[in-house]
């Protein structure tokens, strides 16, 4: 489900439309809908990097991949991406069907930032409250 269709669209800080896709802004999280058929690179998420560092900056967020089309990723780039955010908390992906969530086993593989899957864009988004807090609370 595209996060326009869902009641989260109304309390988002910031939409930013770029050449890979669109990223939706919260307090601290960024929620990604790459565009479909795109190929994911560092190269070519150039811009998605540098709007996500320009919102954040070093405060801690989670990135949510909700994964509404189909496209490909680079893993090693993957792996690069994830730690380049060392205030990058978690690395949340919503799926649709079963091709994607096959390939999300390959990609956790290459990622060191905590990873976790969900069927549904809205219990994502829920889960970020809670593992904030948590993640917070084990800091202090």
């Known amino acids: 489900m595209n996060i326009k269709e869902t009641k989260l669209i109304n ?21 990604s809908e790459i565009n479909a058929g795109a190929h994911v690179s560092l190269n ?7 709007l996500i560092q320009n919102h954040f900056g070093d405060k801690p ?11 490909s990723t680079n893993a090693i780039d993957f792996e690069k991406f994830c730690n380049i955010f060392p205030n990058m908390k978690a690395f949340l992906t919503v799926y649709y069907n079963q091709f994607t ?3 999300l086993f ?12 969900f069927k549904n864009l809205t219990e994502a988004y829920n889960y970020v409250s809670l593992y ?9």
């Open 61 to 71: 967020f989670i990135y949510l991949s909700n994964r509404v089309n189909e496209f």
């Open 132 to 140: 904030l807090l948590n993640q917070l609370n084990m800091i202090a």
């Open 44 to 50: 070519v998420g150039e811009e998605h990097m540098e």
């Open 106 to 117: 390959f990609e956790k593989q290459f990622c060191k930032t905590p990873y976790f899957d």
């Open 101 to 103: 969530y096959k390939s």
């Open 11 to 31: 309390c988002v800080e910031a939409i930013n439309n770029a050449n890979l896709g669109s990223l939706y802004f919260y307090d601290n999280v960024v929620v």
